[in-house]
Every structure is written in structure tokens, then in C-alpha cells.
């Protein structure tokens, strides 16, 4: 939780720098009436952003200072019945330091119910294909839509509000008027790298605070870029509705099918899959400069692969446009996947690349785990099962026999059956994995568990064997 925390404050952070930057830009004086658009009063959502934060970090500091008193108070005798009331202020200090992001996103999405409602059903067959690559063990739902609203209101929130930031001060920074054209082309490029770093910076955090709170779901970079492509899907939502009713109303159409059809799975998807699967790796590495290194890949490689499209695609699409001789439909048709291919294909070839060696690494883990626990005979999973498990062809055969026989009812539970094998094998997997921690959960209830579902007996609860005992990180 306190990582968490520091992820929130890292934040912060960055809001206050762009604030600090805005106090202190040159006066911007010029009589030519395009320079209006460096000194527009400031968006009313922006203008309550700023108030709630400011008033979200006063209630961090008194919550933090509660803390610290706690702490203090009970240093050396532990925290008794204040567990509750710790875990209350941690939360209160994130909920306080996160939520001002919304605002800007709610404000989008509410000003625009019939356009949000137009993107939900090729979002909502995204993020179902996201969740069905899962092959094996697969991550709550729960976690997958947090990780998608956080794309929605925290991770677009901040990058809008950080973009907002950038046009307000930049101009007074860059703005030189013995060489304008330089300084636009500044402007532009700078604009695009402000975009690229505090977006994924944004939907980086939401992976970061879910993998610091849920470690033990993340199996992998399976998961790790699951997560990752789920947050993607809910910044590209709040983008998409953004730009088809404020940035480019006037396009809506040809912005539905750039942001909802043709790069849905590419782009914010494909950048955030890998950021996701660099804290999936670290997953499974024990040394902390190992783990820091894949994740800080995977971020740097991201906020990279933006600013690379938003800086090229306006050229790109001028050279299709010339291409195909200004014919706007075979441009729409042909020109935007094109473009989309040359900016943020190799990022989506990279998270493919990356899931099918995921899927193949986790089918080893998972084949030794599961022929193990069979091997030991207490009942939760058999060597039939086992065969089952490890192969998502047969489990989908068995589900339709069961639905023919059983209906719905026989598969939900046939799945909670199937799902509760295959996290008791993973967590026996972490478990012997060099790179295992404290979030390896223990296996007597998860072996229960199974039991339980199986309707069999569940054996008293003994005490692990020294080689399955929880692993301090």
C-alpha cells in the first residue's frame, strides 16, 4: 500500500510541476490575433481539477500525519485493533490523491451520452477478447474492469489534464517571433513527447498500483499485459469521445473509425499490453535492479512508441492522402490502417510475440504443478484433470457437455472448479520459482477450496512442508 501510495504522490508530483511551470512562463505579449489561443481563460473541469487536488492533498497530509502518529504510538507493540483504522487512512490518502482526475473524463463522457453509448459495444468485444486470450488461469473480473476504469477516469484524466498544462505554458516558453516557424515546429513536437510521456505515465501508474495491491493474480506477462491492454481500452474510450465531441466534432465519424475500429487494439492498447508486460516480468524476478529494469523498459518503450506516432502520423497521413489522390474514402479505407501499421504495428507485433511466449511458459509452469499435485494423490486434481486443465480446447468441449446435461448453472460451477484448480497450481508454480515473495498464497486453502467444489471431504488443515512455506521477499 505504501508503494501504492508513492505511485499517487508521483503524480502529484507531476501536476505540480506543470503547475509551478505555468506561474513562472514569460509574459506572452504579441498583437497578432492567433496568439488569443495562448491566453483562453482555462477549461471550468480543469479549474475544479486543480481545487480538488489542491483540497485532495491537504487531506492526504492530514491522513499521512494521522498515520505517522499511529505508528509512533504504537511502534514496537504493534497496531492491535488499528489495523482497520490504517488500512482506512491508506486508502483515504489514494482516493484523495486519484479521484480529482476524473473530473475532466466525466465531464467528457457526460456531456456525450449517445457518442459514449455508440463506443461502448466495440470496446466492451475488445476488452471480452482481451480477457479470452487468457488461456490458462485467468485474472478476476473485477480486477480487469478496475484496471479499464482506471483507463477511463484516472489514466485519461491525467493526461488531459498534463496536455492542458503544456498548451497553457509552453507558448511562453518556446514562443519566438524572429524565427516563428521554428518555434511552431518546437511547439508541435514538444507537444507531442508531453502527450506521449504523461499518457503512458497516466495508465502506467493504474498497472502499477494493481500489481502493488493484487501481486498475487499476476501470473505473468500474460497477465501483466492483460491488465495492461485493459487500461489501454478505457484511456482509448475517454480519448475517443473526447476527439469526436470536443477536439474534431466535426469528423466524428472518420474519428470512430481511426479510434474504434481500425486502432482499438493498437496504439494506447499495444503501448499499455507492453508496460503491462514489463511488471508481469517482474513478477517473476527476485533481484529488485532485475525487476526495475523490465519495468522501466516497457514504460520507456511505450512513452517512446507514443510520441513516435503522434510526432509522425499527421506526415504519414499527408503522404496517403497524396497517394491515393485526395480520394477521401480509399484513404479512410486504406491510407488509416496503413498509417496505423507503420506507427504502432511493431508494438502490436511485440505484445502478440510476447503473449504467445507468456502462454507457452505459463503451459510448463503449470503442466509440472498440476502432474505434481496429481502425483501426490490428495483428491484435488487427478491426472484426467490434469490433461484437461492444460489444454483450453478440451476444457471448452467439456463445458459444452456439461451444458448439454447440466445447463448453465453445471458450467458456472464446472468453471469455479476449473478456476480454483489453476490457481492452486499457479500458486504451487510461484512457489517454487526463483523469483517467489510473500504474495504466494498458501496452498491448504486453496486445496480446500477445490475440495469443497468437488464435494469431497476437506481434509484438516496441516501444516506446509518446509519447501512450501511462504518465501519472504
Same mark, same amino acid.
Given at each position: 500500500?505504501?508503494?501504492?501510495?508513492?505511485?499517487?504522490?508521483?503524480?502529484?508530483?507531476?501536476?505540480?510541476?506543470?503547475?509551478?511551470?505555468?506561474?513562472?512562463?514569460?509574459?506572452?505579449?504579441?498583437?497578432?490575433?492567433?496568439?488569443?489561443?495562448?491566453?483562453?481563460?482555462?477549461?471550468?473541469?480543469?479549474?475544479?481539477?486543480?481545487?480538488?487536488?489542491?483540497?485532495?492533498?491537504?487531506? #492526504? %497530509?492530514?491522513?499521512?500525519? =494521522?498515520? !505517522?502518529?499511529?505508528? +509512533?504510538?504504537?511502534? /514496537?507493540?504493534?497496531? &492491535?485493533?488499528? $489495523?482497520?483504522?490504517?488500512?482506512?487512512?491508506?486508502?483515504?490518502?489514494?482516493?484523495?490523491?486519484?479521484?480529482?482526475?476524473?473530473?475532466?473524463?466525466?465531464?467528457?463522457?457526460?456531456?456525450?451520452?449517445?457518442?459514449?453509448?455508440?463506443?461502448?459495444?466495440?470496446?466492451?468485444?475488445?476488452?471480452?477478447?482481451?480477457?479470452?486470450?487468457?488461456?490458462?488461469?485467468?485474472?478476476?473480473?473485477?480486477?480487469?474492469?478496475?484496471g479499464f476504469g482506471w483507463g477511463v477516469l484516472?489514466?485519461?484524466?491525467?493526461?488531459?489534464?498534463?496536455?492542458?498544462?503544456?498548451?497553457?505554458?509552453?507558448?511562453?516558453?518556446?514562443?519566438?517571433?524572429?524565427?516563428?516557424?521554428?518555434?511552431?515546429?518546437?511547439?508541435?513536437?514538444?507537444?507531442?513527447?508531453?502527450?506521449?510521456?504523461?499518457?503512458?505515465?497516466?495508465? #502506467? %501508474?493504474?498497472?502499477?498500483? =494493481?500489481? !502493488?495491491?493484487?501481486? +498475487?493474480?499476476?501470473? /505473468?506477462?500474460?497477465? &501483466?499485459?492483460? $491488465?495492461?491492454?485493459?487500461?489501454?481500452?478505457?484511456?482509448?474510450?475517454?480519448?475517443?469521445?473526447?476527439?469526436?465531441?470536443?477536439?474534431?466534432?466535426?469528423?466524428?465519424?472518420?474519428?470512430?473509425?481511426?479510434?474504434?475500429?481500425?486502432?482499438?487494439?493498437?496504439?494506447?492498447?499495444?503501448?499499455?499490453?507492453?508496460?503491462?508486460?514489463g511488471f508481469g516480468a517482474a513478477r517473476g524476478?527476485?533481484?529488485?535492479?532485475?525487476?526495475?529494469?523490465?519495468?522501466?523498459?516497457?514504460?520507456?518503450?511505450?512513452?517512446?512508441?507514443?510520441?513516435?506516432?503522434?510526432?509522425?502520423?499527421?506526415?504519414?497521413?499527408?503522404?496517403?492522402?497524396?497517394?491515393?489522390?485526395?480520394?477521401?474514402?480509399?484513404?479512410?479505407?486504406v491510407g488509416v490502417p496503413l498509417v496505423t501499421?507503420?506507427?504502432?504495428?511493431?508494438?502490436?507485433?511485440?505484445?502478440?510475440?510476447?503473449?504467445?511466449?507468456?502462454? +507457452?511458459?505459463?503451459?510448463?509452469?503449470?503442466?509440472?504443478?498440476?502432474?505434481?499435485?496429481?502425483?501426490?494423490?490428495?483428491?484435488?486434481?487427478?491426472?484426467?484433470?490434469?490433461?484437461?486443465?492444460?489444454?483450453?480446447?478440451?476444457?471448452?468441449?467439456?463445458?459444452?457437455?456439461?451444458?448439454?446435461?447440466?445447463?448453465?448453472?453445471?458450467?458456472?460451477?464446472?468453471?469455479?472448479?476449473?478456476?480454483?484448480?489453476?490457481?492452486?497450481?499457479?500458486?504451487?508454480?510461484?512457489?517454487?520459482?526463483?523469483?517467489?515473495?510473500?504474495?504466494?498464497?498458501?496452498?491448504?486453502?486453496?486445496?480446500?477450496?477445490?475440495?469443497?467444489?468437488?464435494?469431497?471431504?476437506?481434509?484438516?488443515?496441516?501444516?506446509?512442508?518446509?519447501?512450501?512455506?511462504?518465501?519472504?521477499?
Amino acid at each position: 500500500m505504501a508503494a501504492a501510495i508513492t505511485v499517487a504522490v508521483a503524480l502529484s508530483l507531476a501536476f505540480a510541476m506543470g503547475q509551478i511551470l505555468y506561474w513562472a512562463q514569460p509574459t506572452i505579449t504579441s498583437p497578432l490575433p492567433w496568439m488569443r489561443v495562448f491566453r483562453l481563460p482555462e477549461p471550468a473541469p480543469f479549474t475544479l481539477t486543480k481545487r480538488l487536488l489542491h483540497v485532495g492533498w491537504m487531506i #492526504a %497530509a492530514a491522513l499521512g500525519l =494521522l498515520l !505517522l502518529i499511529m505508528y +509512533r504510538r504504537t511502534s /514496537g507493540t504493534g497496531t &492491535g485493533g488499528r $489495523v482497520g483504522t490504517v488500512r482506512a487512512c491508506q486508502f483515504g490518502i489514494l482516493g484523495a490523491l486519484l479521484l480529482p482526475y476524473a473530473v475532466m473524463p466525466l465531464d467528457v463522457l457526460a456531456s456525450a451520452p449517445l457518442v459514449l453509448v455508440m463506443c461502448l459495444p466495440t470496446t466492451a468485444v475488445a476488452l471480452l477478447c482481451v480477457h479470452r486470450v487468457q488461456l490458462y488461469r485467468r485474472l478476476p473480473g473485477w480486477l480487469l474492469l478496475t484496471g479499464f476504469g482506471w483507463g477511463v477516469l484516472i489514466g485519461g484524466g491525467f493526461g488531459t489534464v498534463m496536455i492542458v498544462w503544456f498548451q497553457r505554458y509552453a507558448g511562453g516558453y518556446l514562443l519566438d517571433w524572429e524565427h516563428p516557424r521554428d518555434a511552431i515546429r518546437s511547439l508541435y513536437t514538444l507537444l507531442s513527447l508531453n502527450a506521449g510521456m504523461f499518457s503512458e505515465m497516466g495508465k #502506467a %501508474a493504474g498497472v502499477a498500483v =494493481l500489481y !502493488l495491491l493484487f501481486r +498475487r493474480h499476476f501470473d /505473468g506477462v500474460v497477465s &501483466g499485459a492483460v $491488465v495492461g491492454a485493459a487500461v489501454g481500452l478505457g484511456f482509448n474510450l475517454t480519448e475517443t469521445v473526447r476527439f469526436m465531441t470536443v477536439i474534431d466534432p466535426g469528423q466524428a465519424a472518420t474519428q470512430f473509425w481511426i479510434r474504434q475500429v481500425v486502432g482499438l487494439m493498437a496504439v494506447h492498447v499495444a503501448f499499455s499490453a507492453v508496460v503491462g508486460a514489463g511488471f508481469g516480468a517482474a513478477r517473476g524476478l527476485s533481484v529488485r535492479k532485475d525487476r526495475l529494469l523490465v519495468i522501466g523498459g516497457g514504460a520507456v518503450a511505450a512513452i517512446g512508441g507514443h510520441f513516435v506516432t503522434d510526432a509522425t502520423m499527421p506526415r504519414l497521413a499527408t503522404l496517403t492522402e497524396d497517394l491515393f489522390s485526395h480520394n477521401q474514402t480509399l484513404d479512410l479505407l486504406v491510407g488509416v490502417p496503413l498509417v496505423t501499421a507503420v506507427t504502432s504495428g511493431p508494438f502490436v507485433l511485440a505484445s502478440v510475440v510476447i503473449l504467445r511466449r507468456g502462454l +507457452r511458459e505459463q503451459a510448463v509452469g503449470l503442466a509440472q504443478a498440476l502432474r505434481g499435485e496429481a502425483g501426490v494423490g490428495t483428491g484435488a486434481v487427478t491426472r484426467p484433470e490434469a490433461d484437461v486443465l492444460l489444454s483450453p480446447r478440451r476444457r471448452l468441449l467439456l463445458e459444452l457437455r456439461v451444458w448439454r446435461r447440466d445447463g448453465l448453472a453445471g458450467v458456472r460451477h464446472l468453471r469455479r472448479l476449473h478456476r480454483a484448480q489453476l490457481d492452486l497450481a499457479t500458486q504451487h508454480w510461484h512457489r517454487t520459482s526463483s523469483g517467489a515473495d510473500s504474495a504466494v498464497a498458501n496452498d491448504a486453502p486453496l486445496r480446500a477450496r477445490v475440495l469443497e467444489l468437488k464435494g469431497l471431504v476437506v481434509p484438516a488443515v496441516r501444516p506446509s512442508s518446509p519447501s512450501a512455506q511462504e518465501v519472504p521477499s
